[in-house]
């Protein structure tokens, strides 16, 4: 008999048997019992009464049905939300993370832990208050320290047996509503509910919206039963009927409990007194003993809670000792999380007693967790929003649920406290910014990239109906014709510098039938690109022709939204001139500008610091008129590079007589001007013919020419010869315009 005594209690330690053997939790145990020991807490033992004084019985219940708006819309977006994905551990963590990725997960889930873990300290002050109300004597001290080392060990024992007293514990404030409900009738000298209720108060004490403020954090307790989506044997089950019927019976009882209240006792009492339910009750002692119950509850779900947040966050190595912290004992339980729990809850209570300063870290943690609601019903809002056919949840809600939820969270954040919102949002901001330098995994449920491809396709749809603005909006969008990897590596400073930072690179790789070896790294180059902010992308054609297959490449762009603007190409001394002839003849039609780059092979691009722009005149009135000179490309592109080098922008002109000079002086100032070329920009006028004025000028790290039309490749081969340095030739597309 012994022996099976010690067994049933080593079960019971140990979490029991049965239906829970695996550690997993069922819908009562794991989501709703901790949510309603959260929310029936200290506010409404100690505040309900002063809130139904202060606002009248139906100010009282128009605050109770605001609340619950927000709640209610959160619920169902969470429940909508969780019939669509499987959520993994750590709750609302998990649920944003798969939707909008770790860093947003992150950002929110880190303050989220924190919260939970100092909010264990201060229900472990909330408890030890109550209990000094019984014992005045007492230490609140050895109260406090004794009361979190209890909290802790059943939290250290198992899950299991946290819920198995919060079972007690439930039935302890059960007890206590019914001390209530029994105070209703006149027995046992009892007077029952006498009083004319006030239906609209004097708001004497807190305005209407204070009162809100001040009830508001009753309703916060859906988290903790979320928070264990990870210890649930059906989390897409259990979170939404768990959460929903803890939300609609807590919400009758706050409502019954307010007529009550209006009704046992005058206006002026239940202001002034905040004991008001163990004073009314037929039997006091079980308030206090459901206010210690609930208090006590509301330590050990946080304490439950939390260590499994922060293990779901080391999981994805967010945290630092993310190795450490991601371990779990044999029964699924987070000892290493629930340490560092255990130490963030130690200290802030000890920090509190040493201080009592713990106020506004109180309504810190109310915005983390209002941060939290509303990034939830942001989640559920954008699936909705982007309408894509993975997200078909079994629970559907209205699309205004989810935005009635998010716009209700930033006001009541507002109505709390601005300074702590604003608190509150610059440290998820910088954790946020933090997590975007780590380079996190991509989950493969991230929405992000269809939110942005659902932007990008309602932007292109309202652009398609106004008339084109492409000279003012014109930026380099480069495609760059690949057949051997190397190119591209050769190519890959200079094209950086073209397109940075709001470019793209369109590396074009064409190889013949069967055999891509040439192109091995490519998409890795392109990558690279695209991790310094440039839009860069890898495309392999297979076509023996190059010619053709940039032909075929951009006559299939052309009608593509983003489209490319440039063709690239290099021109080497082994090229094969009349393939780059082709191709540069070809493009022509495709109002594509040119960009043909001939590189030193010693030199290269220098200290990529002076660009000599050469500009060419028509006609006699010296008006600035780009539109015959083919120049707009190349003031562009000259701006681009020396932006992006720090670099320095010379105008160049070689006219014939010395007559001419001031007036091509003055032409090229204008023309600065005009363009607003930087203020360091400098102007060159040599008389003499052009060929001898490449010799006159001062060298610079790249001579930008215009392209002839039709394009002489051997003349452009005798330049760079007279130069003697890298040149850069270019032919506008007419789509450019260095004076827009």
């Given at each position: 008999m012994?022996?099976?005594?010690?067994?049933?209690?080593?079960?019971?330690l140990?979490?029991?048997?049965?239906?829970e053997?695996?550690?997993?939790?069922?819908?009562?145990?794991?989501?709703?019992?901790?949510?309603?020991?959260?929310?029936?807490?200290?506010?409404?033992?100690?505040?309900?009464?002063?809130?139904?004084?202060?606002?009248?019985?139906?100010?009282?219940?128009?605050?109770i049905?605001?609340?619950?708006?927000?709640?209610v819309?959160?619920?169902?977006a969470?429940?909508?939300?969780?019939?669509?994905?499987?959520?993994?551990?750590?709750?609302?963590?998990?649920?944003?993370?798969?939707?909008?990725g770790?860093?947003?997960?992150?950002?929110?889930?880190?303050?989220?832990?924190?919260?939970q873990?100092?909010?264990?300290?201060?229900?472990?002050?909330?408890?030890a208050?109550?209990?000094?109300r019984?014992?005045?004597?007492?230490?609140i001290?050895?109260?406090?320290?004794?009361?979190?080392?209890?909290?802790?060990?059943i939290?250290?024992?198992?899950?299991?047996?946290?819920?198995?007293?919060?079972?007690?514990?439930?039935g302890?404030?059960?007890?206590?509503l019914?001390?209530?409900?029994?105070?209703?009738?006149?027995?046992a000298?009892?007077?029952?509910?006498t009083?004319?209720?006030?239906?609209?108060?004097?708001?004497?004490?807190?305005?209407?919206?204070?009162?809100?403020?001040?009830?508001?954090?009753?309703?916060?307790?859906?988290?903790?039963?979320i928070?264990?989506?990870?210890?649930?044997?059906?989390?897409?089950?259990?979170?939404p009927?768990?959460t929903m019927?803890?939300?609609?019976?807590?919400?009758i009882i706050?409502?019954?409990?307010?007529?009550?209240?209006?009704?046992?006792?005058?206006?002026?009492?239940?202001?002034?007194?905040?004991?008001?339910?163990?004073?009314k009750?037929?039997?006091?002692?079980?308030?206090?003993?459901?206010m210690?119950?609930?208090?006590?509850?509301?330590?050990?779900?946080?304490?439950?809670?939390a260590?499994?947040?922060?293990?779901?966050?080391?999981?994805h190595?967010?945290?630092?000792?993310?190795?450490?912290?991601?371990?779990?004992?044999?029964?699924?339980?987070?000892?290493?999380?629930?340490?560092?729990?255990?130490?963030?809850?130690?200290?802030?209570?000890?920090?509190?007693?040493?201080?009592g300063?713990l106020?506004?870290?109180?309504?810190?943690i109310?915005?983390?967790?209002?941060?939290?609601?509303?990034?939830?019903n942001?989640?559920?809002?954008?699936?909705?929003?982007?309408?894509?056919v993975?997200?078909?949840?079994?629970?559907?809600?209205?699309?205004?649920?989810?935005?009635?939820?998010?716009?209700?969270?930033?006001?009541?954040?507002?109505?709390?406290?601005?300074?702590?919102?604003?608190?509150?949002?610059?440290?998820?901001?910088?954790?946020?910014?933090?997590?975007?330098?780590?380079?996190?995994?991509?989950?493969?449920?991230?929405?992000?990239?269809?939110?942005?491809l659902?932007?990008?396709?309602?932007?292109?749809?309202?652009?398609?109906?106004?008339?084109?603005?492409?000279k003012?909006?014109?930026?380099?969008?480069?495609l760059?014709?690949?057949?051997?990897?190397?190119?591209?590596?050769?190519?890959?400073?200079?094209?950086?510098?073209?397109?940075?930072?709001q470019?793209?690179?369109h590396?074009?790789?064409?190889?013949?039938?069967?055999?891509d070896?040439?192109?091995?790294?490519?998409?890795?180059?392109?990558?690279?690109?695209?991790?310094?902010?440039?839009?860069?992308?890898?495309?392999?054609?297979?076509?023996?022709?190059?010619?053709?297959?940039?032909?075929?490449?951009?006559?299939?762009l052309?009608?593509?939204?983003?489209?490319?603007?440039?063709?690239?190409?290099?021109?080497?001394?082994?090229?094969?001139?009349?393939?780059?002839?082709?191709?540069?003849?070809?493009t022509?039609?495709?109002?594509?500008?040119?960009?043909?780059l001939?590189?030193?092979?010693?030199?290269?691009?220098?200290?990529?610091?002076?660009?000599?722009?050469w500009?060419?005149?028509r006609g006699?009135?010296w008006?600035?008129?780009?539109?015959?000179?083919?120049?707009?490309?190349?003031?562009?592109?000259?701006?681009?590079?020396?932006?992006?080098?720090?670099?320095?922008?010379?105008?160049?002109?070689?006219v014939?007589?010395?007559?001419e000079?001031?007036?091509?002086?003055?032409?090229?100032?204008?023309?600065?001007?005009?363009?607003?070329?930087?203020?360091?920009?400098?102007?060159?006028?040599?008389?003499?013919?052009?060929?001898e004025?490449?010799h006159?000028?001062?060298?610079?790290?790249?001579?930008?020419?215009g392209?002839?039309n039709?394009?002489?490749?051997?003349?452009?081969?005798?330049?760079?010869?007279?130069?003697?340095?890298?040149?850069?030739?270019?032919?506008?597309?007419?789509?450019?315009?260095?004076?827009?």
């Amino acid at each position: 008999m012994l022996e099976q005594m010690q067994a049933r209690l080593g079960n019971l330690l140990k979490g029991g048997e049965g239906h829970e053997h695996d550690g997993k939790f069922g819908t009562f145990p794991g989501v709703f019992t901790p949510t309603v020991l959260t929310i029936l807490g200290a506010i409404m033992y100690l505040r309900l009464g002063q809130v139904v004084g202060n606002t009248g019985l139906l100010g009282a219940i128009l605050i109770i049905l605001l609340a619950h708006v927000i709640t209610v819309s959160t619920g169902l977006a969470v429940s909508s939300v969780v019939t669509n994905t499987r959520v993994g551990a750590g709750g609302a963590f998990a649920i944003i993370s798969q939707s909008l990725g770790l860093e947003v997960g992150g950002s929110v889930g880190i303050p989220l832990f924190i919260a939970q873990g100092i909010s264990v300290a201060l229900y472990v002050l909330a408890f030890a208050e109550a209990w000094l109300r019984i014992f005045p004597s007492h230490s609140i001290f050895v109260v406090s320290v004794l009361t979190f080392a209890i909290v802790f060990g059943i939290a250290y024992v198992s899950a299991q047996f946290a819920a198995r007293i919060q079972y007690l514990i439930l039935g302890i404030v059960g007890f206590s509503l019914i001390s209530v409900l029994l105070a209703s009738f006149p027995i046992a000298g009892r007077a029952g509910l006498t009083e004319t209720a006030v239906l609209w108060g004097p708001f004497s004490t807190w305005s209407f919206w204070e009162a809100f403020a001040i009830f508001f954090p009753a309703v916060t307790g859906i988290m903790v039963g979320i928070s264990l989506s990870g210890s649930l044997k059906e989390p897409r089950r259990s979170i939404p009927q768990g959460t929903m019927s803890a939300i609609g019976l807590t919400m009758i009882i706050y409502l019954l409990l307010t007529y009550w209240l209006a009704h046992i006792a005058p206006a002026d009492e239940l202001r002034r007194e905040s004991t008001i339910m163990v004073d009314k009750a037929f039997w006091g002692w079980a308030i206090l003993a459901g206010m210690l119950g609930a208090t006590f509850s509301s330590a050990l779900g946080s304490l439950v809670a939390a260590p499994r947040v922060m293990q779901a966050l080391a999981l994805h190595s967010i945290l630092p000792f993310s190795e450490i912290l991601a371990r779990e004992t044999d029964r699924n339980e987070p000892r290493p999380a629930l340490y560092a729990t255990g130490v963030i809850g130690l200290v802030t209570l000890l920090i509190a007693l040493a201080s009592g300063g713990l106020n506004a870290v109180a309504s810190i943690i109310t915005m983390f967790f209002l941060i939290t609601y509303g990034m939830l019903n942001l989640v559920v809002l954008i699936e909705q929003m982007l309408s894509t056919v993975s997200f078909r949840p079994t629970f559907r809600v209205p699309r205004i649920v989810p935005f009635i939820g998010l716009v209700g969270c930033v006001f009541v954040m507002v109505l709390i406290n601005p300074v702590f919102s604003l608190v509150a949002v610059v440290v998820v901001g910088l954790v946020y910014s933090y997590l975007l330098r780590r380079n996190l995994e991509f989950l493969p449920s991230d929405v992000r990239s269809g939110m942005f491809l659902s932007l990008a396709e309602w932007a292109a749809t309202r652009v398609s109906r106004l008339p084109p603005a492409v000279k003012r909006t014109w930026k380099p969008s480069v495609l760059a014709p690949i057949v051997q990897t190397q190119e591209l590596t050769g190519s890959y400073r200079f094209l950086r510098a073209l397109a940075a930072p709001q470019g793209a690179v369109h590396a074009l790789g064409i190889y013949p039938e069967g055999d891509d070896s040439a192109l091995k790294g490519l998409p890795a180059l392109t990558d690279a690109l695209a991790d310094e902010g440039i839009f860069a992308r890898t495309t392999l054609l297979e076509e023996a022709d190059v010619v053709n297959g940039v032909r075929s490449a951009t006559q299939i762009l052309r009608g593509t939204f983003f489209r490319p603007n440039l063709l690239f190409l290099n021109l080497r001394k082994e090229s094969n001139l009349d393939e780059l002839q082709e191709l540069v003849d070809k493009t022509a039609a495709y109002n594509m500008g040119i960009v043909l780059l001939a590189r030193h092979p010693v030199r290269a691009l220098g200290r990529q610091h002076l660009v000599n722009v050469w500009i060419s005149h028509r006609g006699d009135d010296w008006q600035v008129d780009l539109r015959w000179s083919n120049s707009d490309l190349a003031l562009l592109l000259a701006y681009q590079l020396t932006k992006n080098w720090s670099g320095k922008i010379n105008l160049c002109m070689a006219v014939a007589t010395e007559r001419e000079v001031p007036a091509a002086n003055d032409y090229l100032q204008s023309l600065v001007d005009l363009a607003r070329l930087p203020k360091n920009s400098g102007v060159t006028v040599v008389q003499a013919s052009f060929s001898e004025g490449l010799h006159l000028v001062p060298r610079a790290d790249l001579a930008i020419f215009g392209l002839p039309n039709p394009a002489r490749l051997t003349f452009c081969q005798g330049i760079v010869t007279a130069v003697d340095g890298s040149c850069l030739f270019v032919r506008d597309s007419g789509e450019e315009s260095a004076l827009a």
